[in-house]
């Protein structure tokens, strides 16, 4: 069954303010949320407006032209956005990544990056930070976005032929032009590249082993992801997911040879391998069939101030009211306020959700994936 489609607006309504809480603490960097998972990773999406239609994001039957977008004045703005990271940092952050809808549409986001550059971790390290694109403007933007301080990216690919490639995006935007922005990310030091490929049974489900064989040489990382429930304008069925264990099957079967690799860091959602005889890396993203909640350290802030504990959730906390009332808050109430929403946080929604029957009934109101970004 489709659910029924939620705009933005009423999300928005759904946003509630942060817990008050009594007595004030110092950020520590040591933050646990009530299952005790720590505080790592902040994802930012810096707009809600995308250039591409794909058919498991923003279908262009929903997302059409009168569609109503935030308006500008409701987005945070980089000082905004650079504060609240500085915040989040001292809890433990020690890796950003700039989302949206499509990042690189938001208007001279090379000074955001500039300024989250200068940010250093509790232990004085430089940020992780890292951006995920369509890859439509990054043959022109890599260099500048390398200049700015950013560190790598991640661009989405959902085929390697053209044909099926224009069919996902719905715009008409070709395969070729995204390569050149691959190939422009890694000429500028932005890599490793991971390009990341969304499998939709029947749409795309056949280019899991040209992709597999195109990248196959190439220093880049490639990863497969189950086609999620997020959001309600989707239409998501679960007989739409080609499974982990199916990708992984079709590769074998076209003879790929592949030797399991451990993870890079606790909580990372892909198990990998890499080809035995090639250079190439790929990863398969379960975000459907098997959990992967029990080391998510992963905390989302939206475009205009709703800060989400998880890419499922139902509801988010808003921040802009103590950024912008009569009385602005102080670094220290923010920080108190973002801490008491991480220690409440008990999100496993990929534990309690069955892989063989569709999500919980309040489904209908969680938040969309262009909104909340990836």
């Given at each position: ?186 000429a500028a030091g932005l890599g490793p590249v991971k390009v990341n490929m969304v499998v939709k049974a029947g749409i795309n489900d056949s280019q899991i082993v040209p992709m597999a064989e195109y990248f ?159």
């Open positions: 069954m489709t659910e029924k489609f939620i705009p933005i607006t009423d999300i928005r309504q759904q946003a509630v303010p942060l817990p008050s809480v009594g007595l004030m603490q110092a950020a520590t960097g040591q933050l646990l949320d009530s299952l005790q998972r720590p505080l790592r990773d902040l994802r930012i999406s810096v707009t809600d407006r995308c250039n591409f239609r794909c058919v498991y994001c923003m279908p262009k039957e929903i997302f059409d032209q009168n569609y109503h977008y935030l308006p500008h004045a409701d987005l945070l703005n980089f000082e905004e956005i650079t504060r609240l990271a500085r915040i989040f940092v001292a809890h433990g952050v020690k890796k950003i990544r700039l989302t949206g809808g499509e990042p690189l549409l938001r208007k001279n986001i090379e000074q955001l990056i500039a300024m989250l550059a200068n940010l250093r971790t509790v232990d004085g390290a430089p940020l992780d930070l890292s951006l995920t694109t369509n890859g439509s403007l990054l043959a022109k933007k890599a260099l500048s976005l390398k200049n700015a301080g950013l560190g790598r990216v991640t661009v989405s690919l959902d085929a390697i032929n053209d044909d099926v490639f224009r069919r996902m995006n719905d715009v008409d935007y070709r395969v070729d032009q995204v390569l050149a922005g691959i190939a422009a990310a890694e196959k040489h190439s220093p880049h990382i490639l990863r497969f992801i189950e086609y999620m429930d997020v959001g309600a304008s989707n239409g998501w069925r679960m007989g739409e997911v080609v499974t982990a264990d199916q990708i992984l099957q079709r590769l074998q079967q076209a003879g790929m040879q592949l030797a399991t690799l451990d993870a890079n860091y606790p909580g990372e959602t892909a198990r990998r391998w890499k080809h035995r005889h090639h250079a190439g890396e790929i990863g398969i993203i379960s975000s459907v069939t098997q959990a992967f909640c029990g080391d998510c350290s992963r905390i989302r802030l939206s475009t205009e101030g709703q800060l989400y504990t998880c890419l499922f959730a139902t509801r988010g906390y808003d921040l802009r009211p103590l950024l912008r009332s009569a009385r602005v808050s102080s670094d220290q109430e923010l920080a108190d306020g973002i801490a008491s929403v991480w220690q409440q946080r008990s999100d496993r929604y990929s534990e309690l959700r069955s892989s063989d029957t569709f999500v919980p009934t309040s489904a209908s109101k969680k938040i969309e994936m262009s909104y909340i970004g990836g």
